[in-house]
Protein backbone atom coordinates (compact mmCIF):
# COMPACT_ATOMS: atom_id res chain seq x y z
CA UNK A 1 0.00 0.00 0.00
CA UNK A 2 1.25 3.43 -0.95
CA UNK A 3 1.45 5.48 2.25
CA UNK A 4 2.81 8.69 1.12
CA UNK A 5 2.52 10.90 -1.85
CA UNK A 6 6.50 11.45 -2.71
CA UNK A 7 7.58 13.71 -6.23
CA UNK A 8 11.42 13.31 -7.98
CA UNK A 9 13.52 15.84 -5.77
CA UNK A 10 10.42 16.08 -3.17
CA UNK A 11 12.29 16.82 0.06
CA UNK A 12 10.63 15.47 3.18
CA UNK A 13 8.37 18.10 3.70
CA UNK A 14 6.98 18.31 0.45
CA UNK A 15 5.74 14.96 1.22
CA UNK A 16 1.85 14.38 1.72
CA UNK A 17 2.42 11.06 4.29
CA UNK A 18 -1.26 9.24 3.96
CA UNK A 19 -0.34 7.50 7.66
CA UNK A 20 0.31 10.65 9.04
CA UNK A 21 -1.55 13.48 10.35
CA UNK A 22 -5.28 12.97 10.45
CA UNK A 23 -4.84 10.11 7.78
CA UNK A 24 -4.32 7.76 11.16
CA UNK A 25 -7.42 9.00 12.52
CA UNK A 26 -9.93 6.04 11.59
CA UNK A 27 -13.04 8.74 12.93
CA UNK A 28 -11.85 11.44 10.55
CA UNK A 29 -14.12 11.93 7.09
CA UNK A 30 -12.30 10.25 4.14
CA UNK A 31 -14.78 11.35 1.89
CA UNK A 32 -17.67 13.70 1.25
CA UNK A 33 -15.72 16.88 1.01
CA UNK A 34 -16.05 19.63 -1.36
CA UNK A 35 -13.58 22.22 -2.97
CA UNK A 36 -14.10 26.33 -1.07
CA UNK A 37 -11.51 28.36 -1.55
CA UNK A 38 -7.71 28.94 -2.37
CA UNK A 39 -5.44 30.50 0.15
CA UNK A 40 -2.16 31.76 -1.07
CA UNK A 41 0.38 31.12 2.02
CA UNK A 42 2.84 32.80 -0.16
CA UNK A 43 6.52 32.43 0.72
CA UNK A 44 5.53 31.58 4.71
CA UNK A 45 4.12 28.09 3.34
CA UNK A 46 1.71 26.29 5.68
CA UNK A 47 1.25 22.90 7.05
CA UNK A 48 -1.42 20.13 5.37
CA UNK A 49 -3.84 20.39 7.84
CA UNK A 50 -4.41 16.19 6.33
CA UNK A 51 -1.36 14.64 6.58
CA UNK A 52 0.83 17.24 9.03
CA UNK A 53 3.56 16.86 6.61
CA UNK A 54 3.80 18.61 3.73
CA UNK A 55 4.32 22.18 3.73
CA UNK A 56 2.53 23.96 1.16
CA UNK A 57 2.13 27.34 -0.02
CA UNK A 58 -1.29 27.23 -2.43
CA UNK A 59 -3.76 25.32 0.12
CA UNK A 60 -7.03 23.95 -0.88
CA UNK A 61 -9.46 25.10 1.65
CA UNK A 62 -11.86 21.65 1.76
CA UNK A 63 -15.53 22.13 3.64
CA UNK A 64 -16.92 19.10 5.09
CA UNK A 65 -21.08 18.56 6.60
CA UNK A 66 -19.24 17.48 9.93
CA UNK A 67 -16.09 19.10 9.70
CA UNK A 68 -17.10 22.84 10.44
CA UNK A 69 -14.07 24.52 10.90
CA UNK A 70 -12.99 22.90 7.49
CA UNK A 71 -9.26 21.73 6.28
CA UNK A 72 -6.51 23.32 4.71
CA UNK A 73 -4.44 20.50 2.28
CA UNK A 74 -1.84 20.59 -0.17
CA UNK A 75 -2.19 19.08 -4.16
CA UNK A 76 -1.99 15.39 -3.16
CA UNK A 77 -4.17 14.93 0.25
CA UNK A 78 -6.83 17.05 -1.64
CA UNK A 79 -6.98 14.06 -4.17
CA UNK A 80 -6.56 11.60 -1.72
CA UNK A 81 -9.79 13.24 -0.01
CA UNK A 82 -11.74 14.04 -3.21
CA UNK A 83 -11.75 11.04 -4.92
CA UNK A 84 -15.14 11.84 -6.63
CA UNK A 85 -13.29 14.55 -8.37
CA UNK A 86 -10.09 13.18 -8.89
CA UNK A 87 -8.87 15.54 -11.97
CA UNK A 88 -10.81 18.66 -9.78
CA UNK A 89 -8.25 19.53 -7.36
CA UNK A 90 -4.99 19.55 -10.13
CA UNK A 91 -7.25 21.70 -12.87
CA UNK A 92 -8.34 24.23 -10.08
CA UNK A 93 -4.60 24.88 -8.79
CA UNK A 94 -3.41 25.02 -12.14
CA UNK A 95 -6.15 27.76 -12.82
CA UNK A 96 -5.45 29.26 -9.26
CA UNK A 97 -1.74 29.73 -10.44
CA UNK A 98 -2.50 30.02 -14.19
CA UNK A 99 -5.07 33.67 -12.78
CA UNK A 100 -1.78 34.45 -10.01
CA UNK A 101 0.57 34.84 -13.13
CA UNK A 102 -1.71 36.62 -15.30
CA UNK A 103 -2.51 39.27 -12.57
CA UNK A 104 1.59 39.56 -11.30
CA UNK A 105 2.20 40.30 -15.03
CA UNK A 106 -0.66 42.23 -15.85
CA UNK A 107 1.23 45.80 -15.73
CA UNK A 108 4.01 44.19 -17.93
CA UNK A 109 1.24 44.06 -20.36
CA UNK A 110 1.73 46.34 -23.51
CA UNK A 111 -1.51 47.66 -24.65
CA UNK A 112 -2.12 48.87 -28.36
CA UNK A 113 -4.22 51.64 -30.00
CA UNK A 114 -6.97 50.71 -32.21
CA UNK A 115 -7.54 52.57 -35.65
CA UNK A 116 -10.72 54.75 -33.13
CA UNK A 117 -7.88 55.53 -30.79
CA UNK A 118 -9.65 53.15 -27.92
CA UNK A 119 -6.68 51.06 -25.89
CA UNK A 120 -6.85 47.77 -26.28
CA UNK A 121 -5.02 44.52 -25.36
CA UNK A 122 -5.71 40.93 -26.38
CA UNK A 123 -4.91 38.39 -23.82
CA UNK A 124 -5.46 34.92 -23.30
CA UNK A 125 -8.09 34.18 -26.10
CA UNK A 126 -9.81 37.61 -24.39
CA UNK A 127 -10.17 41.07 -26.53
CA UNK A 128 -10.16 43.63 -23.79
CA UNK A 129 -10.90 47.26 -24.93
CA UNK A 130 -10.93 50.87 -22.99
CA UNK A 131 -13.18 53.37 -24.86
CA UNK A 132 -14.47 57.25 -23.84
CA UNK A 133 -17.67 56.89 -21.34
CA UNK A 134 -18.87 60.06 -20.79
CA UNK A 135 -15.75 62.17 -18.43
CA UNK A 136 -13.73 59.19 -18.27
CA UNK A 137 -13.68 55.45 -19.34
CA UNK A 138 -15.43 52.34 -20.08
CA UNK A 139 -14.04 49.04 -20.30
CA UNK A 140 -15.66 45.97 -22.62
CA UNK A 141 -14.30 42.26 -23.03
CA UNK A 142 -14.90 40.07 -25.47
CA UNK A 143 -14.11 36.24 -26.48
CA UNK A 144 -13.13 36.88 -30.47
CA UNK A 145 -13.35 34.04 -33.52
CA UNK A 146 -16.47 32.26 -31.39
CA UNK A 147 -18.98 30.76 -34.14
CA UNK A 148 -21.80 30.53 -31.83
CA UNK A 149 -22.52 32.35 -28.32
CA UNK A 150 -19.86 35.10 -28.85
CA UNK A 151 -18.89 36.56 -25.14
CA UNK A 152 -19.27 39.89 -24.77
CA UNK A 153 -19.38 41.77 -21.22
CA UNK A 154 -19.40 45.98 -20.81
CA UNK A 155 -17.94 46.35 -17.28
CA UNK A 156 -20.68 48.53 -15.92
CA UNK A 157 -18.35 50.96 -14.19
CA UNK A 158 -16.76 54.23 -15.24
CA UNK A 159 -13.20 54.64 -15.00
CA UNK A 160 -11.66 58.47 -14.53
CA UNK A 161 -8.24 57.49 -15.93
CA UNK A 162 -6.91 55.17 -17.96
CA UNK A 163 -4.64 53.58 -15.36
CA UNK A 164 -7.68 52.33 -13.28
CA UNK A 165 -9.66 50.93 -16.86
CA UNK A 166 -6.59 48.93 -17.09
CA UNK A 167 -6.82 47.54 -13.39
CA UNK A 168 -10.24 47.29 -14.09
CA UNK A 169 -9.75 45.59 -16.83
CA UNK A 170 -7.87 42.99 -15.82
CA UNK A 171 -10.85 42.24 -13.01
CA UNK A 172 -13.19 41.74 -15.99
CA UNK A 173 -10.50 39.43 -17.11
CA UNK A 174 -10.29 37.48 -14.21
CA UNK A 175 -14.39 37.40 -13.78
CA UNK A 176 -15.06 36.25 -17.57
CA UNK A 177 -12.41 33.50 -17.48
CA UNK A 178 -14.04 32.69 -14.47
CA UNK A 179 -17.44 32.74 -15.89
CA UNK A 180 -15.85 30.39 -18.73
CA UNK A 181 -15.04 27.67 -17.03
CA UNK A 182 -18.52 27.83 -15.20
CA UNK A 183 -19.65 27.07 -18.53
CA UNK A 184 -17.05 24.44 -18.96
ZN1 LIG B 1 -1.06 16.59 3.05
Known amino acids: MTTAFRGVG ?27 TFKDAGTAHIRCEMCLNARVRFAHTLVHAKVPEGILVGLMCAEALQKDDYYGPERREREYRDDLRIRNDWHKRKWKTSKIGNAYINARGFNISIWRKG ?25 MNLKEAKLGALDRLMEARAELRRQG
Do not use: C
Open 10 to 36: DNDDQVHRLDSGKWQDQTFPRDGWRFS
Open 135 to 159: AGYGVTIRVENRFEDEFVRNDPKMY
